[in-house]
């Protein structure tokens, strides 16, 4: 059974840091492309950092600079570091694996909210 876990979100302070989490299980994770979106109210689901399986990375504009995505493979999970965190980036943070063999096999998490308020 395949599940994205997503954890680490919460309340935060502008300009404070969170790092968001996604542990994978049931199926090779290796091989899978990972990104993080974001959806806020009344907006559309937006990527926000893309890992390839291989390590290369991509970000968002509105993001550059201050996030950074990460992954270890060994244990099968994907990071997201915030820093500088703005009211903007407000949102529910989704965890996506994107197999490279199989672009059909697209798995979602539920989702982790992060909320940037003073």
């Known amino acids: 059974q395949v599940q994205l876990v997503e954890s680490g979100g919460g309340l935060v302070q502008p300009g404070g840091s969170l790092r968001l989490s996604c542990a994978a299980s049931?199926?090779?994770?290796?091989?899978?492309?990972m990104g993080w979106y974001r959806q806020a109210p009344g907006k559309q689901r937006e990527l926000v950092a893309r890992?390839?399986?291989?390590?290369?990375?991509n970000y968002a504009d509105s993001v550059k600079g201050r996030f950074t995505i990460s992954r270890d493979n060994a244990r099968a999970t994907v990071y997201l570091q915030m820093n500088s965190l703005k009211p903007e980036d407000t949102a529910v943070y989704y965890c996506?694996?994107?197999?490279?063999?199989?672009?059909?096999?697209?798995?979602w998490g539920r989702g982790t909210q992060v909320t940037v308020s003073s």
């Open positions: 049931g199926f090779t994770f290796g091989y899978y492309d």
């Open positions: 996506c694996a994107q197999s490279t063999l199989d672009n059909r096999k697209v798995y």
């Open positions: 890992i390839s399986s291989g390590g290369s990375t």
